[in-house]
């Protein structure tokens, strides 16, 4: 039993699909989630500032104790796990592993599409992960850099004109190639997941990292006895730009689900 | 006459726009242009860590003793400039005065559109500016919060069904109230110049901000006899984020002009 909290980040908004599956897995754990807003999309930037940016997202929530850390951002997990797991002493968990495992699972033909950031796809780590637990299966990447611009600005419904002809740009090329398993490999994309559907094909599998990443964290923290002997948990929430816009997006996203307060950090401090 | 340099800065690419203009007027100017490109876009933040942002953007170009500093940047002109004159001692041009300037001076019907940030358009600068200059111009404001990542990516061509389906979509309120005259209130926009042209029709002036602040600018400082006295000038870039990605970008978006050392800026230390 460890009654210490459980810390989640991303840059943005999209740790939030992660996070949601942590509370519903673990609804007696207290949460800290920081997004880092004041400086999204992490996703086409470079793996240096990406590095940078991720310690210092660490060295915030390590400021509250965890006993864990789930890094509920693609971009960070591909490019700056080995980093941050070899500069910190307890447990940090990524969703391209998971990610990778569940994929390797689902397919049956054995083509595997991933879409993430620009920086996750040209970090290789979905497709090396993949190789390593199932070298015969061919992936297929395919970099999305207008996703999470466009779920950061709410737009991700089905029926969005400029979404569903981006959705269709991008995945085309994955249709092609006839996989018939799909990593949403960024935590934004989950709230495409109906225009994905619709453009992929509902025989297609979709792999929702922050999902599959939540649940691998709840097995791991069960087995070592990291889990806390609580009813009821709580979730803080932290960002580095307005606490206001936050809160709202955050509320839309995920349907009323946002509770807790919300306090603005100067994150280039950590 | 006063040999030191102007400063130019934006949050990414966009300002260029506006620095390429400076050289063509001023080719015995020595610039250093800095892009927070770590931290771009700045067009979705909130208005205090903008001015936080741009404050350490001036802090960094004052370190090079500039005799001026050209915000080449729609978004904190129209959210920092006070601030920033305010904590400096040298002229400091913002792009929002110029521009609305030059759009009283163009309409014939006395009716403006204006595309900018959500930020900017949020600050209600520009309709401040022009109500001031003349107050029966109606003021058409329209947030384009996708141009910039757009942009950033690369995709601002005719042609491309992506651009012209979110051009379609902010533009044509714009065309709706019979705007004659739309200002281009992002220095990322002039890049989008022949897709806003061919939305809005060719009977519709385009005020490219950028170029207006650096007319401005040019016409100030040699008013005020700070020009240099030199033949041939320079110029030298620094970055937040990758060099490389910068430089790579930067010579597609500017034709091959850029020219000279790019250098990568830890700006939270500013």
Redesign the interface.
């Known amino acids: 039993m460890d009654p210490r909290p459980i810390g989640v980040f991303d840059s943005g908004l999209g740790g939030l699909t992660a996070l949601r599956e942590l509370r519903r897995l673990l609804p007696g754990e207290h949460f800290i989630y920081f997004g880092d807003?004041?400086?999204v999309p992490y996703g086409?930037?470079?793996r240096?500032?990406i590095q940078h940016y991720a310690r210092q997202d660490v060295a915030f929530l390590r400021s509250f104790d965890p006993k864990a850390i789930v890094i509920a951002c693609g971009t960070v997990s591909a490019n700056a796990l080995a980093e941050l797991t070899g500069d910190n002493d307890l447990p940090i968990f990524g969703v391209v592993g998971p990610a990778a495992q569940a994929a390797a699972a689902a397919t049956r033909n054995g083509r595997v599409g991933v879409i993430a950031t620009a920086a996750s796809i040209r970090s290789g780590a979905y497709e090396g992960q993949i190789a390593q637990l199932a070298p015969r299966i061919k992936v297929c990447p395919q970099a999305c850099?207008?996703f999470v611009?466009?779920v950061?600005?709410g737009r991700f419904r089905p029926g969005d004109?400029?979404v569903e002809?981006?959705a269709e740009?991008y995945l085309a090329p994955l249709r092609q190639a006839g996989v018939d398993t799909l990593v949403l490999g960024c935590t934004h994309y989950p709230l495409l997941r109906a225009v994905i559907a619709q453009t992929m094909g509902t025989e297609v599998t979709l792999i929702d990292t922050g999902a599959v990443c939540a649940d691998h964290a709840v097995r791991t923290l069960s087995a070592q006895g990291l889990l806390a002997d609580r009813a009821q948990g709580s979730c803080r929430y932290f960002v580095?730009?307005?606490t206001q816009?936050f809160a709202r997006l955050a509320s839309i996203f995920l349907e009323g689900d946002i509770a807790g307060e919300v306090t603005r950090v100067e994150i280039?401090n950590y």
């Open positions: 807003t004041g400086r086409g930037k470079g240096e500032i850099p207008l611009p466009l950061e600005n004109k400029v002809l981006v740009e580095s730009d307005s816009d280039e």
